[in-house]
């Protein structure tokens, strides 16, 4: 089956901590992207790829990080500087930069104490 | 003014009647427009997108846009209890070519049909 799947899907992690979400996709997209959704609210874009080796700020980067080292895999590293990390964490991918048809993977609720 | 308002609702219908849902973007030079659906504790699924002005049909779901007035809107006909869902509207923002990829989503709106 095609799709992206991300891992795990509760993750549970002490203040302080840095935490890497995962996220792979067989559906050989070029583009991958990264969103938080907080309760009531629409998709805030955290960074994202267009290519392998290559990515891009989006508008909420400040305490994440991310690597694009093979084009399946979009890790996604919350850092101990990201001051709010509770939050949906969804990966999302496309078939090219220029397309605007993205796709979601299941997601990854991620709760910080 | 947010970049993509939508109604927050929640909207609620009959079953068997149309849901209309509405979403307007401040960006006059946005090109593609998309609807997702959401299922409580769920990831967003695409449904329809729409490219140029006017009407486009999917089965149960229509489209529309106006891109003179900003504003897009998806019509759910013969809406079922399963269509409750938060519906999110993503908009791509262009800037001068520097949005290339990026949508910028509403909050979304929640639908609740009642049987």
């Known amino acids: 089956d095609g799709g992206i799947t991300q891992s795990p899907k509760y993750l549970f992690r002490k203040e302080g901590q840095n935490v890497t979400l995962s996220c792979e996709q067989n559906l050989n997209h070029d583009a991958m992207y990264w969103y938080r959704q907080d309760p009531g609210q629409g998709l805030r874009l955290i960074y994202y790829?267009?290519?392998?080796?290559?990515?891009q700020k989006g508008d909420i980067a400040e305490g994440y990080s991310v690597s694009r080292e093979k084009k399946e895999s979009f890790p996604l590293t919350v850092t101990s500087a990201q001051k709010n990390p509770t939050a949906f964490y969804l990966c999302?991918?496309?078939?090219?930069?220029?397309?605007?048809?993205?796709?979601f993977g299941p997601g990854t609720r991620l709760t910080v104490t | 003014q947010k970049e993509v308002e939508q109604n927050s609702g929640p909207l609620s219908v009959p079953e068997g009647a149309i849901a209309s849902l509405n979403c307007t973007y401040s960006d006059r030079g946005s090109q593609s427009f998309f609807w997702y659906r959401q299922y409580s504790g769920k990831s967003p699924e695409l449904i329809m997108f729409?490219?140029?002005?006017g009407d486009k049909e999917d089965g149960r779901f229509t489209a529309q846009l106006n891109k003179a007035s900003q504003y897009v809107s998806l019509l759910i006909r013969d809406s079922q209890p399963s269509d409750s869902a938060t519906y999110l509207c993503?908009?791509?923002?262009?800037?001068?070519?520097?949005?290339?990829?990026?949508?910028?989503f509403g909050q979304g709106t929640i639908l609740t049909v009642h049987p």
């Open positions: 729409i490219y140029s002005n």
């Open positions: 993503a908009v791509n923002p262009y800037a001068g070519g520097t949005s290339y990829g990026k949508l910028t």
């Open positions: 790829s267009q290519i392998v080796n290559d990515f």
């Open positions: 999302a991918s496309s078939i090219s930069a220029n397309s605007y048809e993205q796709y």
